[in-house]
Nanobody
Framework: QVQLVESGGGLVQSGGSLRLSCAAS????????MGWYRQAPGKQRELVAA???????NYADSVKGRFTISRDNAKTTVSLQMNSLKPEDPAVYYC?????????WGQGTLVTVTS
């Protein structure tokens, strides 16, 4: 069973930065692609950023140039550095690992941006 635990959310002013982390309890973490999603109130969950086992990344257009996803296979963690946060970024951010029949989610971490 995979467990994902997010941390790092909080309250930040518009234009500020936060760094989210997700710790994964899974063997051979390095072979899995990982993703960060977010869900704002009344909206569908959306993909924010993803990183493959080889380190290739992709981002939602709305966060390109502001957010950076990275992974540390030795520590079995994936992080999301969020800079220049905007009023449209507040949401619960979730870490995800999905491969085959496995689709694991963390409990989420709340990001709030004040103007």
């Amino acid at each position: 069973q995979v467990q994902l635990v997010e941390s790092g959310g909080g309250l930040v002013q518009s234009g500020g930065s936060l760094r989210l982390s997700c710790a994964a309890s899974i063997r051979i973490f390095g072979i899995y692609a990982m993703g960060w999603y977010r869900q704002a109130p009344g909206k569908q969950r959306e993909l924010v950023a993803a990183i493959t086992s080889g380190g290739s990344t992709n981002y939602a257009d709305s966060v390109k140039g502001r957010f950076t996803i990275s992974r540390d296979n030795a520590k079995t963690t994936v992080s999301l550095q969020m800079n220049s946060l905007k009023p449209e970024d507040p949401a619960v951010y979730y870490c995800n690992l999905a491969v085959g029949a496995l689709d694991a989610w963390g409990q989420g971490t709340l990001v709030t941006v004040t103007s």
